[in-house]
Every structure is written in C-alpha cells, then in structure tokens.
C-alpha cells in the first residue's frame, strides 16, 4: 500500500513540476481589430498588416514552445508515465496548439476583410 502511495506522490509531484512549466509559453496577445478598410488610410491598413503578420509569428513560437513544453512534461514524470498520463498531457497541449492556429487565422481574416474592403474603395 505505502509503495502505492508514493508511487502515486511521485506522479503528482512530477504532474506539479510539469505544471509549472507550463507558465513558461505564453500565448501571445491579440492585435487590436484592424480598421475598417473602407476609412481606413493606407499607413493604418499597413499597420494592421504588420500587427497581423507579428501576431501570426508570435503564434508560431508560442506552439513551438508548447510543442517543447510538452515533451518536457513527459519527461518529467519518466518512467512512471502511463499511457493515459501521456495521452492527457498531449490532448491538453494539442488544444493550446490548435486554438493559437484558430486565433492567428481568425486575425489574419479579420485584416484580409478589411484590406479587400480598402482595395474597393480605391477602384
């Protein structure tokens, strides 16, 4: 029973060591809307392009840290790691992944809708 107890201690100090870790990738701030493309002057419509192109490269980062940060928590927790505890660590840190890449799009539409409605209004 005491083997148990620690081996299931061990888990939890190691998920605990893993967590922490986890503060390390922050995921990057969202740029602010873009203008409306058919106000907009051309310096803004640059800015929000340059904001969306900086924001997609901090998404970038962000998931490789992530990427990273999990195979670190894997490794923390070693030999004890089941199968679940993997498969749990991985699904978690696919989310972060793939809501980042769902926010990077969503920014990069955004600005698109705009520089298409600026496009109009210059013809």
Do not use: H, W
Request: proline share 4%; charged share 30%.
């Amino acid at each position: 029973m005491k083997t148990v107890q620690r081996s299931c201690l061990a888990t939890i100090l190691s998920l605990g060591m893993a967590a922490a870790a986890l503060a390390e990738c922050e995921l990057p701030k969202q740029p602010s809307p873009p203008p409306s493309g058919a106000k907009a002057t051309q310096e803004e419509m640059v800015a929000a392009m340059r904001a969306s192109r900086q924001f997609d490269t901090d998404i970038k980062a962000y998931q490789a840290c992530i990427d990273t940060e999990t195979e670190n928590m894997i490794a923390a927790l070693g030999d004890k790691a089941s199968e679940d505890d993997i498969k749990r660590i991985k699904i978690k840190q696919d989310t972060k992944v793939r809501e980042a890449g769902e926010a990077s799009v969503k920014a990069a539409d955004a600005v698109n809708k705009e520089i298409r409605a600026f496009k109009a209004k210059a013809k």
